[in-house]
């Protein structure tokens, strides 16, 4: 058979994922100390896990309603009350999804139409573009630069408008800068964004990992909660990443077609994760805060490291990422982490895999023990004096 015929033209046009590239390399290579992957490395808490044992051993196993356990619902309803002063209905605002990638999915499935142009803010995690795509409207990138902290402004947000624009991607804090949005930066954005018939996806997967104050969602400024798709999960800040649990929060009239379209493709998500996340949710904040004060710890030692090693980096205000430049070298981003890997047994991701805006960087996750971290940046600089002595 001729297979190729049968594909989809547009899923052939599609690129893999540039993050995963390199961490699938790695996997088939002996001692490689990777720094690639954004998973914690702290085990999901003690009580989270007890609840999904308990689920488990009163038979807890069956379908829930397609909009995920009304406890749970209500549970996140309190939970963004609390955080953001957010009010969202339980029972029409918020579906209970497979991770925040299924609740980005249906949030660009649900509004985008062939040639509605969707605003996808750059250096970003890899799944927007190709999403918008499969749909066939078209992604329009908005590059962040260093000299702004990779954060978006009103600005670069006005250039890029026009009048076949449906949807803006807000992804803060940022995957792979670190960049976060604060209230005033936010309020300008909204100020752009009031008055035109804009949808904002905010992805706040990271929300609870930040270092500078409390996290703000643009859902929180005046006017904004009725054009905000919130999305958020419990892989990152409850290190629940096989958990599979996510969830969006918007306004009813939206809600109501996405769920339609989760129905179809997912039923529900899975039921003993959901009791686990109401746990989670409940009377796990202080073990949060536990793992972001070693996050930051990590995050402080590796932004001064390799500003030492001569990579100057960014500092990130929120996510576990740093994002170091590697122009000094010479290098590609994907030449200086083809040879880091092949030479020096290290593995981090090129920066131009999150948009050709990242090209000259390198993204580094920090969800790793402090040793970890230390082994590795050892062989970096010793990978960057090579570079140096044979210029």
């Given at each position: 058979m001729d297979y190729d015929n049968l594909l989809?033209?547009?899923?052939?046009?599609?690129?893999?994922?540039g993050i995963r590239k390199f961490f699938d390399?790695?996997?088939?290579?002996?001692?490689?100390?990777s720094l690639g992957v954004g998973e914690p490395d702290f085990p999901t808490p003690w009580p989270i896990r007890q609840t999904a044992i308990t689920t488990l051993e009163k038979g807890k196993t069956v379908y829930t309603a397609n909009a995920g356990l009304m406890e749970l619902r209500e549970t996140i309803s309190r939970y963004l009350k609390r955080k953001n002063n957010l009010s969202y209905c339980p029972n029409d605002e918020i579906i209970i999804t497979v991770g925040g990638s299924e609740a980005i999915d249906l949030g660009i499935r649900a509004l985008v139409n062939p040639g509605d142009e969707v605003l996808v803010v750059e250096p970003s995690f890899v799944c927007y573009k190709p999403i918008v795509e499969i749909m066939h409207g078209v992604p329009i990138v908005i590059e962040t630069k260093l000299e702004d902290n990779f954060k978006l402004t009103a600005?670069?947000?006005k250039a890029k408008i026009t009048d076949k624009t449906k949807l803006l991607i807000l992804p803060f804090p940022n995957n792979p800068t670190g960049a976060i949005m604060t209230r005033e930066e936010l309020e300008a954005i909204a100020e752009v964004l009031r008055g035109t018939d804009i949808i904002v996806l905010s992805d706040e997967i990271y929300s609870e990992l930040t270092y500078s104050g409390k996290h703000v969602s643009i859902a929180e400024i005046d006017g904004m909660q009725e054009r905000t798709l919130l999305v958020n999960g419990f892989s990152k800040a409850f290190a629940?990443?096989?958990?599979?649990?996510g969830y969006l929060a918007g306004p009813a009239?939206?809600?109501k077609q996405m769920l339609k379209i989760h129905q179809y493709a997912i039923m529900c998500s899975p039921t003993i994760s959901q009791y686990a996340a109401i746990e989670a949710m409940e009377n796990c904040?202080?073990?949060?805060?536990?793992?972001?004060?070693?996050?930051n710890i990590r995050r402080r030692w590796l932004v001064n490291a390799f500003n030492e090693i001569g990579l100057e980096c960014f500092e990130p205000m929120g996510a576990f990422y740093v994002f170091p430049s590697i122009k000094s070298t010479g290098m590609s981003s994907q030449e200086f982490c083809e040879n880091l890997l092949y030479k020096h047994k290290v593995a981090v991701v090129p920066g131009d895999a999150f948009g050709d805006c990242g090209e000259g960087h390198i993204r580094v996750s920090y969800a790793y023990s402090l040793k970890h971290l230390m082994d590795a940046v050892a062989c970096i600089k010793e990978f960057v004096e090579e570079i140096k002595n044979n210029k």
């Open positions: 989809s033209d547009k899923c052939k046009t599609i690129k893999p994922s390399i790695a996997t088939t290579m002996d001692d490689v100390i600005e670069a947000l629940m990443t096989g958990w599979r649990l009239p939206l809600v904040e202080e073990d949060v805060a536990k793992m972001v004060d070693e996050y």
